[in-house]
């Protein structure tokens, strides 16, 4: 997630820069062409381009909708992640006591906080490891070397430990080993949850109702990472995305054609003005285009994405807060503008 108010304009005219002169350099081929060469049949009525145009921009505009709502869904599922997250504390530290323990059998104050540090503990947990679970690269994202470069800054940035030792700094070692093997971890941890509640509920520390609201706050996680992995695993129909790329790179190319037309008609050398306004306008398409493009994938670590690191962050200060856990993190800073 970008954090300023305003995009670095400098960085942006920078990136954009190769784009930019590459539309001038064509537009330039072109008009030498038809100024000196004598290519009169480069031009193109300007009524046809109109048409283009606006197809084109619907359409852009069409793929921008859908890939801002693969966005725009992405927060809220982590919104709700974070919301049932605090339930579960709060559930996890008040729903575990001695109430439905026999009198012979409670347990100590210091067994009673292990638990609730337990299950808050495998909990965080689960956040980390579905946000790392979301952050591997499908063959539809932007895996060319630019891309890639970013995504491992921004992962140096907001993820300093391995996938292994996230795991271990908060659930026991036997339990990681075992989680290791399998194939969808976070679907394991949420299994293991349930086991452990089962075990409470046998041992008489959680009633029957207390049981089940743990189990529909469980699978509440559970819908929300089936969402999460809807979104990661299921792309923006490529018929859709594709042809957006292809039908603005059709524009741009006949772009100059019509330009050189209306320019030249004004004489006085008034041809040239097809350079500038020929990268001006094809740099708007392009630029359309490329923010849907990032838009849609909302999970791929790059500077644009969900902040998932951020509300993990956010979900491990509360539920420690909640269990007066002297190891509070701080809370997570933009770094170059960028919450990942």
């Known amino acids: ?7 670095n304009y400098k960085l942006f005219l920078g990136r954009s820069l190769t784009p930019i002169l590459a539309l001038a350099g064509y537009a330039l081929v072109v008009v030498v062409l038809y100024e000196y060469i004598g290519f009169i049949y480069f ?19 069409f793929k921008n909708n859908s890939a801002y709502a693969r966005t725009w869904e992405a927060r809220k599922i982590w919104g709700a992640i ?4 605090r339930t579960w ?12 323990v026999s009198d012979q059998n409670p347990l100590s104050k210091e067994e009673l906080q292990a638990i609730h540090k337990r299950l808050i503990y495998r909990h965080i947990a689960w956040v980390y490891r579905l946000r790392r679970q ?43 080993d075992a989680l290791l093997k399998k194939k969808n971890i976070c679907t394991q941890i949420i299994s293991n949850q349930s086991k452990d509640i089962l075990k409470l509920r046998e041992l008489g520390l ?35 995305a594709n042809t957006s790329m292809v039908l ?32 001006l306008i094809g740099s708007i398409y392009i630029l ?32 420690k807060e909640m269990i007066d856990d002297p190891k509070i993190p701080e809370k997570l800073k933009p770094k170059d503008n960028v919450l990942l």
């Not at 974070?82 to 997250?85: C, E, L, P, Q, R």
């Not at 849609?296 to 962050?313: I, K, R, V």
């Open 89 to 100: 504390g709060i559930m996890a530290r008040d729903y575990t006591t001695n109430i439905f």
């Open 1 to 7: 997630m970008y954090t300023n108010r305003n995009i």
């Open 248 to 279: 603005t790179v059709l524009f741009v190319t006949l772009l100059p054609f019509g330009m050189v037309a209306q320019f030249s008609a004004l004489g006085n050398g008034a041809v040239w003005m097809t350079v500038p306004f020929t990268a």
């Open 288 to 319: 359309m285009e490329l923010v849907g493009d990032f838009a849609e994938n909302p999970f791929e670590g790059l500077a644009f994405d969900t902040p998932m690191t951020s509300l993990c962050n956010t979900i491990e200060i509360d539920m």
């Open 134 to 176: 979301l952050w591997k690269s499908q063959p539809w994202e932007h895996n060319h070397p630019m891309t890639t470069d970013i995504r491992k800054k921004l992962g140096d940035n907001f993820a300093s430990l391995s996938e292994e030792e996230e795991l271990r700094k908060f659930l026991p070692d036997h339990e990681v």
């Open 43 to 61: 031009k193109l009525p300007w009524s046809i381009l109109s048409v283009v145009g606006t197809a084109v921009a619907f359409y852009v505009g």
């Open 206 to 240: 959680v009633d029957d109702f207390r049981h089940v609201e743990f189990q529909k706050l469980l699978q509440d996680f559970y819908v929300q990472q089936g969402k999460c992995e809807r979104i990661k695993n299921f792309p923006l129909p490529r018929q859709y």
């Open 82 to 85: 974070v919301n049932s997250s």
